[in-house]
T-cell receptor, first 114, second 111 residues
Framework: NAGVMQNPRHLVRRRGQEARLRCSPM?????VYWYRQLPEEGLKFMVY????????ESGMPKERFSAEFPKEGPSILRIQQVVRGDSAAYFC????????????FGSGTQLSVL | LAKTTQPISMDSYEGQEVNITCSHN???????ITWYQQFPSQGPRFIIQ???TKVTNEVASLFIPADRKSSTLSLPRVSLSDTAVYYC????????????FGKGTTLSVSS
C-alpha cells in the first residue's frame, strides 16, 4: 500500500504564474488535508476535503487559492498569480473515514517563487 | 479546538530519556491527544495517541493525568536520529474536524 504521494517534489514559479500541487491519498482514504509550512514555523492548516466536497477551508486565503478533490484522480491545490510570500512547503495528508483517525502525510511540495 | 502549549525547544544526549510535556487546559470530554514527529523536509509522522492514563507503543509512551489538562510524551533512550520537531495535538473524536498543529517542540539530541 503506497503512502501519500505528492508531486512535484519541488516547483519553481515566477511571480504571476500558477502553481498546481497534486496529492494522491493512500488507498482507501477518502479525507484529504492540506497544510502549509514556512521555514522555522509549524504547519498551518489550509483546507480539509472529502471526495467532491470541501469540508473546512477556514485556513485557506480567500483569494488566489483553491482546492479540489474530485471523484476520480488526485486532490489539487491551486495557487493563481503566485507571489514571493507563497514560497513554502505544502504538505498533504490523508486519513480513512471515521472519527479519530490518524493522519498520514506525504513528503510535501516545496514551492519557490522567483 | 483546545489550544496546546509546549516548550519551543529541548536538548538531550544520546541514551537519555526525554519527556516533553504539553498543556491543554481547555481539553473537551471527547478530545483525544495525539503526538506527531517531523524531520526536516519531511511530512509529520504519527507517534502515539491516547485519551487517558498511559499508552505505550514500540516508539514512545504517553502519560495523561486524571484531569487530562496536560500530557507527557516520553522517549526512552533517545538517539541522534530522534532529533526532530514533536507536535502535540488535541482534537475531538469525530470525523470532519481538521487537526491544528502548533509550533511544536524542537528536540536536539547530541552525542
Amino acid at each position: 500500500n503506497a503512502g501519500v504521494m505528492q508531486n512535484p517534489r519541488h516547483l519553481v514559479r515566477r511571480r504571476g504564474q500558477e502553481a498546481r500541487l497534486r496529492c494522491s491519498p493512500m488507498k482507501g482514504h477518502s479525507h484529504v488535508y492540506w497544510y502549509r509550512q514556512l521555514p522555522e514555523e509549524g504547519l498551518k492548516f489550509m483546507v480539509y476535503l472529502q471526495k467532491e466536497n470541501i469540508i473546512d477551508e477556514s485556513g485557506m486565503p480567500k483569494e488566489r487559492f483553491s482546492a479540489e478533490f474530485p471523484k476520480e484522480g488526485p486532490s489539487i491545490l491551486r495557487i493563481q498569480q503566485v507571489v514571493r510570500g507563497d514560497s513554502a512547503a505544502y504538505f498533504c495528508a490523508s486519513s480513512p473515514p471515521g472519527p479519530n483517525e490518524k493522519l498520514f502525510f506525504g513528503s510535501g511540495t516545496q514551492l519557490s517563487v522567483l | 479546538l483546545a489550544k496546546t502549549t509546549q516548550p519551543i525547544s529541548m536538548d538531550s544526549y544520546e541514551g537519555q530519556e526525554v519527556n516533553i510535556t504539553c498543556s491543554h487546559n481547555n481539553i473537551a470530554t471527547n478530545d483525544y491527544i495525539t503526538w506527531y514527529q517531523q524531520f526536516p523536509s519531511q511530512g509529520p509522522r504519527f507517534i502515539i495517541q491516547g485519551y487517558k492514563t498511559k499508552v505505550t507503543n514500540e516508539v514512545a509512551s504517553l502519560f495523561i493525568p486524571a484531569d487530562r489538562k496536560s500530557s507527557t510524551l516520553s522517549l526512552p533512550r533517545v538517539s541522534l536520529s530522534d532529533t526532530a520537531v514533536y507536535y502535540c495535538l488535541v482534537g475531538p473524536n469525530q470525523a470532519g474536524t481538521a487537526l491544528i498543529f502548533g509550533k511544536g517542540t524542537t528536540l536536539s539530541v547530541s552525542s
